[in-house]
C-alpha cells in the first residue's frame, strides 16, 4: 500500500464524526475499531512469530480490568493488618496501567512457553485465559466477580466540552479508539518491517536455521508477546471506558475466536490483514441483523468463513496482491507481445 | 587440483578443539569417543559411512545438541551448554543437511536474517526509525546484495527461496550462513543433491570462502570434492574416529578403504 492511500485512508477515518450522525452507527464503529485493534495484536504473534495465542482475550480482559480498577480505586487486604489502598486514579493514569500489566502478563506467558512451539503454546495461552477468567469470578473482593464492575468512568471524563451529551461521548470515544489504533499500526510496522521483524518471521519460517544464524528467537518471542499483549491490553481498557461495566465475560473464548477470524480471514503476517478482516466481521453482523433471524445470521457468518478459509486460505489481503501482480504482468506481457507482433509486421512490410 | 594454497602447519593456531566427546541416545552410542581439532583457515573434512555420527557431532558443536561426554571448545572457550544462537554469535556457524532456507522470504530477505548479528539498533530506535536505524537498514542491504553476488545468486534476488532450483537453494543456505559472518563455518553436506555442474561450481567456490580466510568443517560424501578441498579429512565409523591426516594419506590408509571406500572404485 502506498503512502498517499494510507494517508487518505486516515484522512477518512478522522472525517468520519463529519457525516456520520447516528448514535447506533458509533457505536458499531468503536466497538469494531476495538476489535480491530485486538486483532492487530494477535495478528503480531500469530502472524509474524507463527504462534497462536487463542487465549489472547486474556491480554484484553486484564487490561479491561485494571483499567476500571486502577480508575475506581480499590483496596486488597493482604495480611489481617495491611490493606493495600488505592485511591480513584485519573482515566489516563489507569489506561497506562493497563498497558504496563497485560504487558507483564505477556511477558510471563512468553517465558513460560519458551520452549514450547505449536499446539503446546496453544494449550498453555488458552489455560492461562481459562485461569484469569476463573480469577475474575471467584475474587469477588478485588472484582466484584458476576456481579461486575459499575460506573466505570468514560474516557473523556474531566474534559468539560466532551461531557456534554451522549453523542459527543461517543464522538470522543471514535477518537480515542482511532488514535490508539493508529499508535498501534505504527508501532507494528516499525517492528516488523525491520530488523525485529524478520527475527520474528525467521522463528516463523525456520526456527533451527534463525537459531544457526544467531538469531535469539526466544528473545522476540518474548518480544512479540509483550507488545501483543500490551496493545490487546489497550484495546481491552478502551472498552471498558467505552462500555463502562466489565464482568469476567469478558473473557470468553468467542472473543479470542472473533480476532482470531479476523486475523485468519483478512491474511495473517500481513498488515492490512486484520484491517480488512476487522471491518469485514465488524460490520457484518450488523448489516446482515436488520434482514435476518439472529439464528440465520450465524449461518451466513459461518459460511462465509467457511468459504474465505476453504478459497483464499492466505487471507483476502495476500490474494489480492497476488491478483494484482497476476493482472500487472500480464498487462506487462500483452503490451509487450503487441509490440513484438508489430515489429514483425513492419518487417514482413519490409 | 588444489584450490587453496597450504600454508605450514606450524603457523596455524588451533581454533576448535573436540575432546573425548561421546553421545548417547538412551542406550544407543552415536558417538562413542571422539577427538579432533581444527585449525585456523583450514578445510578439514569429517568424512565417514552413514550413521557414523558426522551430523550429531555437527550437532553438539553448534549447540544443537548436549554432549554426554567430552568438551567442545573454541579459540579456547567452553561452547558446552551454550545455545546456537550463543555459539553463532562466538562465530561458529552451521548449515543443515536437508535444505534449509527461509522458504516464504524473497532470496534477500533470507540473506538479511542471516545479517541479524551485524545490525544493533535496539527496540527503542526501531520504534522511533532513528536515522541511524535507517542507515543500518540501508547498509544490511547492501551487504546482503553483495553476498549474493559473492555465491552468485544477484540474479535471483527478489524471487522467493522457496521457489527456487534445489542447487540454488543449497547455494542460499550457504550464502545465509556467510552472511552470519563466521569465522568457523560449519557445512552439512552442502553439494548433496548438486548436479556436477553445480558441485564443481560450488567447489570453487569453497576455495573463494577459504581465501576469505574462514575456517571450514565440510560434511561430505562427494569424494572428489572432499579430496579436492581439504586440508585435512577426518573419518569417523561406529562413532569412532579411525583416521586423521591430509587427503592422499586417508587414501592409502587401510583401515579407511576398508570401512568406507574399499567396496568399490577409487573416486579420486
Known amino acids: ?350 | 587440483m588444489t584450490l587453496h594454497m597450504t600454508t605450514p602447519a606450524t603457523t596455524r593456531q588451533t581454533v576448535l578443539t573436540v575432546d573425548n566427546l561421546a553421545v548417547h541416545f538412551g542406550g544407543l552410542v552415536a558417538i562413542s569417543d571422539a577427538s579432533f581439532k581444527v585449525d585456523e583457515g583450514e578445510v578439514v573434512s569429517l568424512i565417514g559411512p552413514n550413521g557414523a555420527g558426522k551430523t550429531t557431532a555437527f550437532n553438539v558443536i553448534s549447540g544443537f545438541l548436549a554432549a554426554t561426554k567430552g568438551v567442545v571448545a573454541y579459540k579456547g572457550r567452553r561452547l558446552n551448554g551454550l545455545k546456537p544462537h550463543q555459539i553463532a554469535d562466538a562465530g561458529l556457524v552451521r548449515t543443515f543437511q536437508k535444505t534449509s532456507v527461509f522458504g516464504n522470504d524473497t532470496v534477500i530477505d533470507n540473506i538479511m536474517i542471516g545479517l541479524h548479528r551485524r545490525g544493533d539498533a535496539s527496540i527503542w530506535q526501531t520504534l522511533l526509525l532513528t536515522p541511524k536505524v535507517r542507515r543500518q537498514e540501508q547498509a544490511l542491504r547492501e551487504a546482503a546484495a553483495e553476498i549474493l553476488d559473492f555465491v552468485g545468486l544477484g540474479h535471483r534476488s527478489n524471487e522467493l527461496a522457496g521457489a527456487l532450483a534445489y542447487g540454488e537453494q543449497r547455494l542460499l543456505e550457504v550464502a545465509v550462513a556467510l552472511a552470519a559472518k563466521p569465522s568457523l563455518l560449519l557445512l552439512d553436506e552442502p553439494a548433496c543433491g548438486m548436479n556436477p555442474t553445480e558441485a564443481l561450481n560450488f567447489r570453487n567456490l569453497l576455495g573463494e570462502i577459504g581465501r576469505k580466510k574462514i575456517t571450514v568443517l565440510l560434511v561430505e560424501h562427494n569424494m572428489r570434492m572432499v579430496m579436492g578441498v581439504s586440508d585435512r579429512v577426518v573419518v569417523l565409523n561406529h562413532g569412532r574416529i579411525i583416521a586423521d591426516g591430509p587427503p592422499t594419506e586417508i587414501q592409502q590408509n587401510p583401515e579407511v578403504i576398508r570401512a568406507y571406500l574399499g567396496h568399490g572404485p577409487k573416486h579420486a
Request: charged letters at 10%; hydrophobic letters at 55%.
Open chain 1, 1 to 350: 500500500m502506498n503512502t498517499l492511500a494510507k494517508w487518505l485512508i486516515v484522512a477518512f477515518l478522522v472525517t468520519v464524526p463529519l457525516w456520520l450522525g447516528n448514535q447506533y452507527q458509533y457505536h458499531v464503529l468503536i466497538m469494531m475499531g476495538i476489535f480491530t485493534i485486538g486483532a492487530m495484536s494477535l495478528n503480531l504473534l500469530l502472524g509474524y512469530t507463527g504462534q497462536l495465542s487463542l487465549g489472547h482475550v486474556a491480554f484484553f480482559g486484564i487490561g479491561a480490568y485494571t483499567s476500571s480498577l486502577v480508575s475506581l480505586g480499590f483496596d486488597l487486604q493482604l495480611t489481617d493488618s495491611y490493606t493495600f489502598v488505592v485511591e480513584p486514579k485519573p482515566v489516563w493514569f489507569a489506561f497506562f496501567c493497563a498497558l504496563i500489566v497485560s504487558g507483564l502478563c505477556g511477558w510471563f506467558v512468553g517465558k513460560l512457553s519458551f520452549r514450547v512451539r505449536g499446539a503446546y503454546f496453544v494449550i498453555v495461552t488458552i489455560s492461562f485465559a481459562e485461569v484469569v477468567r476463573l480469577v475474575a469470578l471467584n475474587w469477588v473482593d478485588l472484582t466484584e466477580g458476576p456481579m461486575a464492575l459499575n460506573n466505570i468512568p468514560p474516557l473523556a471524563s474531566g474534559v468539560p466540552w466532551m461531557e456534554a451529551g451522549a453523542l459527543s461521548r461517543r464522538v470522543a470515544n471514535y477518537y480515542m479508539v482511532l488514535a490508539v489504533g493508529l499508535v498501534a499500526f505504527l508501532i507494528i510496522q516499525r517492528l516488523v518491517q525491520s530488523r525485529v521483524g524478520r527475527a520474528m518471521i525467521a522463528l516463523r519460517e525456520n526456527e533451527s536455521l534463525a537459531k544457526s544464524v544467531g538469531v535469539d528467537v526466544t528473545r522476540y518471542l518474548v518480544l512479540a508477546a509483550i507488545t501483543s499483549a500490551a496493545i490487546a491490553g489497550a484495546a481491552g481498557a478502551l472498552y471498558a471506558h467505552y462500555v463502562r461495566i466489565v464482568d469476567p465475560d469478558v473473557f470468553l473464548f468467542i472473543y479470542t475466536v472473533t480476532m482470531v477470524i479476523m486475523v485468519i480471514s483478512g491474511g495473517k503476517g500481513t498488515l492490512a490483514g486484520p484491517l480488512v478482516g476487522g471491518l469485514i466481521f465488524g460490520i457484518l453482523p450488523e448489516l446482515t441483523r436488520g434482514h435476518m433471524l439472529p439464528e440465520v445470521q450465524w449461518i451466513v457468518y459461518g459460511a462465509l468463513m467457511i468459504l474465505i478459509v476453504f478459497f483464499l486460505p492466505q487471507g483476502i489481503v495476500p490474494a489480492v496482491q497476488r491478483g494484482w501482480a497476476t493482472w500487472q504482468k500480464r498487462r506487462d506481457q500483452s503490451a509487450r507481445d503487441t509490440s513484438a507482433s508489430n515489429g514483425r509486421r513492419q518487417e514482413v512490410a519490409r
